[in-house]
Structures are given as C-alpha cells and as structure tokens.
C-alpha cells in the first residue's frame, strides 16, 4: 500500500460524511456542523528564510508570522468558541509535513496557509490564493501552471532531515501520486475553493493592485491536510509596491482584516449546514424544464468569459455562476453515459476536465 493511502482514504471519506448527512468529527446525532478549529500556518520559519527582498532587509517567514497572528487575534476575539491554533508562533522551522499533522490531530475545520510571493524581476505584483491540484496547462486561467513558486514552496522539504524517505510518496508526476491527487482534490474541493472565493473577494479591495486569481497546484502541505485547505501568496517581496505594503503596520493589518473578513463570510456558510456549497444558478439560458443534464466542466474562474473566448480551445461553453465563481460546461448531454464518452476527447485539451450532473440549475461534481 502507498504510504499515504490509509491518510487520503480517511481524508475522502471525512469528505463523504459531509455530503451525505452525516456530521464530520463525531458530532452527536441532530447537532448543527460548526466551523470550530482553525487552523493558521505562517509559512517558512527558523533556518527557512524563504523569499528574501532585493535589500536582504525583509524576510518572508517574519512578515507571514506577523500576518498570522494578527489574522488569529482577530478570530479569537471576534469568535470566542473557534479555536486558533498556529503551526508556530515563533521563529522556528516547522517540517512541512509537521504543519500539516498540526493540521489533522487538532481537527481543523480549515487551514489557512500564509506565504509571501517572489520574482526574479521586480514587476510583478498582486495576491493569489491556491488550492490543492495537479497543474497542467499553463494557458488556463485556474489550473495555471507556476512551475517556480510551487519548486519554491515545496523546496523546503530539502531542508529536512531523512528528507528522501520521509516524502517519497510526494511526486505530482507519479501517476500513483496523481490519483491520490485527484481523490483530495474530489475530498475538498468545493470547500476550499469557496474560501479561496471569499479571500480572493476582500482582497480585491486592497491592499494590494494586483489579483492574480485563484489556481490549483500540488502544494505538499495542502495534499496532506484532511480539511478544506488554501495557501495565499500575499503580495511580491521582489516588487517595491507590495514590499511597502508589508513592512507597514497598517498595510499588514489591512491584509489580516481582509482575510478575517473572508474567514468569517466562510463561516456564516459553514455554520450550521451539512452541504454548504453554494448553489449554482445558471448565468445563461439553459434547456427547460427540470431535465437533468451532464457534462464536463472545463473551467472554473473568478470572471465570465463570453462564449467565443479562446480559453475554451473551439468548444462552445455554458456557464453556470456559483457565488463569485464561474463553471462552464461543455459537451452536455442527457445521460452520463454520453457526458463521459465525450470527456475522453475533451481530455486531450483539459486534461483536469471532470464530470458534473445539471440539475434545477445546480452543477454538482460526480
């Protein structure tokens, strides 16, 4: 068995009790789902600098400490009942895969994953967010492939000791490795991008000028967390804008107050639902009636792109809005039979293509 099997089943299958009608985390029979733990990773630490600014004045690993904790204090005083827990709160390194069993023992509800952005060119700028995915094509907009920044994150690993036998189970292009991708990304899904929503939502507002979206990527400390998981790249060190930003109290406690705005949006969909997906509603005309449809979602983006956009490679799309959140869907057919023939030539070009039922307007992954 892989090493990582007996984890990613348990991780599907606390997925599974929340969209079944069962409670996660044991709660007793009837009780409402809480988001009760929260759980704040301050990327980097200790002998890990991470991104260093063009001066070597500012490091990446005290400016994510210092966001983490204010982020934090504004929970705890704001929610009483929710329990902050940090991956550290010093500067100490933390091993990746530390940061996310912090994550499973405590029984996070979320996991937040705080990292600053870095370039070789000062240019760049702006905050992403990233949810966990095998990226593969580096014209999509979501699945947009960041070769550097995900080498960068996951670099870390090389820093421990008994690195080579304690993740040989993390390999994104192990086709072993990418199933297991795909049964996380299937566990948390939704969930997370409804978070990575809610932050790329008040971070539209500033600090920052640029919003480079949201993507998936094969982050380890995202593919080990059995909860809804982001990790946020807040800002470029390497640009002179964003770098103000940060080193100013008022600039990090603008980011912390955005973030604290998106946890607490977040919660008020998780707090008391089994399913707290939001519903999609179609965002063009679709076929009467309450006929239900398949098809193969393509694409999942934070903007509406019109029907002849070239992202959709000469398939005609429909697009079905799910909160800030556009789905759009090719090749829709009467039957899944239909739906899943087609995705076998979809594939070619959208290789993460998956199928999904239409039903009363709301697109549901199978």
């Given at each position: 068995m892989h090493p990582l099997a007996k984890h990613i089943f348990l991780s599907a299958a606390l997925a599974f009790t929340l969209f079944s009608g069962v409670p996660a985390h044991s709660q007793p029979s009837g009780a409402q789902l809480k988001l009760k733990t929260v759980v704040?990773?301050?990327?980097?630490?200790?002998?890990?600098?991470?991104?260093?600014?063009?001066?070597?004045?500012?490091?990446?690993?005290?400016?994510?400490?210092?966001?983490?904790?204010?982020?934090g204090q504004k929970i705890e005083n704001a929610y009483p009942d929710v329990k902050v827990v940090y991956t550290r709160t010093t500067d100490r390194f933390v091993e990746l895969n530390d940061r996310a069993e912090i994550a499973n023992r405590n029984n996070a509800d979320l996991f937040i994953s705080i990292h600053i952005n870095s370039?070789?060119?000062?240019?760049?700028n702006g905050f992403s967010a990233?949810?966990?995915?095998?990226?593969?094509?580096?014209?999509?907009?979501?699945?947009?492939?960041?070769?550097?920044?995900?080498?960068?994150?996951n670099s870390v690993i090389l820093l421990e000791d008994d690195y080579e036998t304690k993740y040989q189970g993390f390999n994104p292009n192990d086709p072993e490795s990418f199933i297991m991708f795909?049964?996380?990304?299937?566990?948390?899904?939704?969930?997370?991008?409804?978070?990575?929503?809610?932050?790329?939502?008040?971070?539209?507002k500033g600090p920052?000028?640029?919003?480079?979206?949201?993507?998936?990527?094969?982050?380890?400390?995202?593919?080990k967390t059995a909860m809804p998981s982001v990790l946020l790249e807040l800002g470029f060190i390497s640009n002179p804008s964003d770098l103000k930003v940060l080193n100013s109290s008022s600039g990090r406690e603008e980011i912390a107050t955005r973030l604290f705005n998106a946890f607490s949006s977040f919660k008020k969909k998780y707090d008391g639902s089994l399913d707290y997906r939001t519903d999609a509603k179609p965002a063009v005309q679709q076929p009467a009636g309450d006929q239900v449809m398949y098809g193969v979602q393509v694409l999942l983006l934070s903007r509406k792109l019109k029907p002849d956009d070239r992202a959709f490679k000469g398939y005609e799309a429909e697009v079905f809005q799910s909160g800030k959140m556009y789905k759009y869907i090719i090749g829709t057919s009467s039957?899944?039979?239909?739906?899943?023939?087609?995705?076998?030539?979809v594939r070619k070009k959208f290789p993460d293509s998956f199928i999904v039922k239409i039903e009363n307007g709301e697109v549901t992954r199978l």
């Open positions: 704040i990773d301050a990327g980097h630490g200790g002998k890990d600098a991470g991104a260093v600014s063009f001066d070597k004045k500012t490091y990446e690993k005290n400016v994510t400490l210092a966001i983490a904790k204010l982020l370039f070789t060119k000062t240019s760049p990233h949810i966990l995915g095998q990226s593969s094509n580096k014209n999509r907009d979501l699945f947009s492939f960041n070769q550097e920044l995900c080498r960068r994150e795909n049964l996380m990304q299937n566990a948390f899904y939704e969930q997370s991008i409804l978070f990575a929503a809610e932050v790329d939502s008040q971070l539209s920052f000028r640029t919003n480079r979206g949201i993507s998936q990527n094969p982050f380890y400390v995202l593919w039957t899944e039979d239909g739906a899943r023939k087609f995705m076998s030539s």
